[in-house]
């Protein structure tokens, strides 16, 4: 297992799926700040003064990383970002799970409707999977 | 955990940061960096009984604590809390129904039974939530006609110790 998770094309793999999702989920939030400014409300957990400029700055963030993760950049730090944003996110969709609120996760914008539920935890911790190996087997760039 | 890795990932959040809100200065759909509530038009008591019917106006009017009390022991109007179940299910001010605004296109229907001319009085959470604007915003263009917004919400209620009622 260990020497599957570790190999160069299974590293690689990983890193172009989550950059795929990311970069796109991304976009798709970056082009409807509003949108994604009431989705990020309906979880109800941030104030109304931040809830613009964590809708703003996290797709950003997304897509940055996505790219760079792509580029194979700094790819310890960005699958370490990716990673803290997955297991944030699954906190927020198990406490609205939690709560009872049968919410659009607002993962991807406004182009899927996709409620939060038990699917998209588990998608989330397939992805987070993918991040924890990036970061645990590929080389350190801190010195480039 | 060095140092430089440390500082990468600040870079990097710093420069994402700095990405957002340039596209978000430059994009036609940007929003402001930070929310702020919509001014609602302050209601007393007697405007409230002489021309409850606020249709025409683009906001809901707004009323304060000791005016929805004195709605509330008259019995002039139905509480709409916009909570989600879980928080109306835990304590809600007495008599109040839910309309969740989280889900509210998904009950039209149920919604566009009820009568609409009747008056209703909107709140959530208290001052820093705005879903009671939102939600008396999407009742107005269903077609309701007399919606408020008591903008102190639960907790105000709750600390006046006023009527409650609970699951």
């Known amino acids: ?144 | 955990m060095n140092k430089q890795f440390l500082l990468n990932i600040v870079y990097i959040l710093l420069g994402s940061a700095l990405l957002g809100i340039s596209y978000n200065v430059i994009s036609p759909n940007g929003i402001p960096l930070f929310a702020e509530k919509t001014q609602l038009i302050k209601t007393g008591l007697d405007d409230f009984i002489t021309s409850p019917n606020n249709s025409e106006e683009n906001t809901a009017r707004e009323i304060d604590l000791k005016t929805a009390f004195e709605i509330h022991q008259k019995g002039l109007a139905k509480f709409v809390d916009g909570r989600d179940e879980w928080e109306y299910g835990e304590g809600r001010i007495a008599g109040a129904i839910n309309i969740p605004d989280y889900n509210f296109e998904d009950h039209i229907d149920k919604y566009n039974s009820m009568d609409k001319s009747l008056n209703y009085i909107v709140y959530c959470g208290g001052e820093d939530c705005d879903i009671s604007i939102r939600l008396a915003k999407k009742m107005k263009e269903l077609g309701f006609t007399n919606v408020y917004v008591f903008s102190g919400g639960w907790d105000q209620w709750f600390a006046a110790n006023f009527p409650v009622d609970n699951d």
Do not use: H
């Open chain 1, 1 to 144: 297992m260990t020497s599957f998770l570790s190999s160069n094309i299974t590293l690689l793999v990983f890193r172009i799926i989550l950059a795929i999702v990311f970069i796109f989920a991304g976009m798709e939030k970056a082009a409807n700040p509003a949108d994604f400014s009431e989705a990020v409300a309906n979880y109800r957990v941030i104030s109304l003064f931040l809830q613009n400029i964590v809708a703003i700055v996290i797709p950003w963030v997304e897509v940055v990383s996505g790219i760079l993760l792509l580029y194979g950049k700094f790819l310890k730090e960005n699958s370490t970002i990716i990673s803290v944003l997955l297991i944030a996110f699954n906190i927020l969709v198990l406490q609205a799970m939690l709560r009872g609120l049968d919410i659009d996760c607002g993962c991807f914008g406004t182009i899927d409707a996709q409620i939060v539920g038990f699917r998209k935890l588990l998608e989330n911790f397939a992805l987070l999977a993918m991040g924890i190996s990036i970061f645990r087997f590929s080389k350190s760039e801190t010195n480039d």
